[in-house]
């Protein structure tokens, strides 16, 4: 017995088994440790992308007038990725978010409690899995055009030949997955590119342009200013024939040799020869504002507005610039319509569309409203603008037109501040 027993003990057969025998446990327990773990982390990465789209919700929820927790609480049920019951009292949602830079914010808080097929042979409760998010809309980008086109019709087109180039970005309400596009030859130095449905990218955009699709919409700049009531008589159209010539400008409307256009009321405007105008307002009562070939018309602080003097009627007059004729308009510097050349009347119909051309001697200073009609830039000829700011139904750059855009200091008007929905917490 003595000698089997010291032949046992000398025996090594058979070690490797009973180490692993004796390692067991404890291989399995990382096994299921990492098991758990790569399960807790899938878990967390849901939920944090169910907080950030929450959160996301709820801002956009804010800005159009809708209630916050309904928002959070509809996306949470519609993309919830997480297929986890929330834990009771959850979402926790915080408006205004306790951020010191963003009075805007929505701050979105998830938990769920799910057992782990390991770790609860040890643990009484599940853990705790939480996940916060806030987001906030944060200004991002200077606009100087605008489309306030708020279907999924495209908002921006940029085609033909067209060198738009403006030191200021663009932005367009349009829900289309193309709500902005550029295609052809045409070339875009505007940054960033913003609205609210989707944007391709292209090389018709200038290097380096950011695009930010999906973002909040643009709010009407001028929504705050009304044309006041027209004079109570109009003067029929001046029709300045291309052999006239009306310049003089002695500052006297009395003088005989005072023969530049005043600012009034005009059932209509057409100039076809050379026109200097007075400083002021020019309401155009029901007509339209057409610039032919080969007219030079020169004014400084002017603005032109057209209107309908019957409240009940929609006929608003258009636009209409040729593109060879030459044109130095600039906006006022102050009064009601501070830094706006043309203001169309929102009873305007999207039926009828305004052109503004010019050639490369043509050079235009201020904002040109069109809210609720489209504008289209066509040309052969390049045009200057100072500060332009370009707010229409939709915008179309095409043909040969090559616009270029710089912003003098103290000019009255220049760019509008656009805000897009960002993670900030």
Known sequence: MISFLKRLARDRKGNALLVMAAALPLVMGSAGLASDTIQWVLWKRQLQRAADSAAFAGVYAKFQGQDIPSAVSTDLSKNNQTQIALVSGYPGITYPANTSSYNNAVRVVLAVQKRLSFSSLFLSSPPMITAEATAAAIQTGDYCVVSLENTSTTGISVGGNSNVDLGCGMITNST???????????????????????????????????????????????????????????????????????????????????????????????????????????????????????????????????????????????????????????????????????????????????????????????????????????????????????????????????????????SGSGSFKGRHIRLVA
């Open 176 to 410: 289309s997955l193309d709500a902005a596009v550029a295609f052809g030859s045409s070339y875009v130095d505007a940054s960033p590119i913003a609205a609210v449905g989707g944007l391709d990218a292209t090389d018709n955009w200038a290097a380096g342009t950011q695009l930010l699709p999906f973002t909040l919409a643009q709010q009407d700049p001028f929504k705050d200013v009304y044309p006041p009531s027209a004079p109570s008589t109009c003067s029929n159209d001046p029709n300045v024939s291309p052999s006239q010539t009306l310049t003089d400008m002695t500052g006297s409307t009395s003088s005989t040799n005072d023969d530049a256009l005043q600012p009034g009321c005009y059932r209509g405007f057409t100039i076809k020869g050379t026109v200097k105008l007075q400083p002021g307002v020019y309401y155009i009562d029901g007509g339209d504002f057409n610039v032919n070939s080969g007219a030079y018309v020169e004014g400084t602080d002017v603005t032109f507005v057209l209107t309908n003097s019957n409240a009940a009627s929609t006929s608003i007059g258009n636009v209409d610039i040729n593109g060879g004729a030459t044109m130095k308009l600039k906006a006022p510097d102050s009064g009601t319509y501070s830094g706006i050349l043309f203001y169309q009347d929102r009873r305007a119909t999207d039926s009828q569309t305004s052109k503004i051309n010019g050639n490369s001697s043509s050079f235009f200073q201020g904002a040109m409203y069109f809210p609720s009609q489209p504008v289209i830039f066509n040309g052969t000829a390049g045009i200057n603008t100072n500060c332009m700011q370009l707010v229409a139904r939709r915008v179309t750059f095409t043909g040969n037109s090559a616009i270029n855009n710089t912003c003098p200091a103290n």
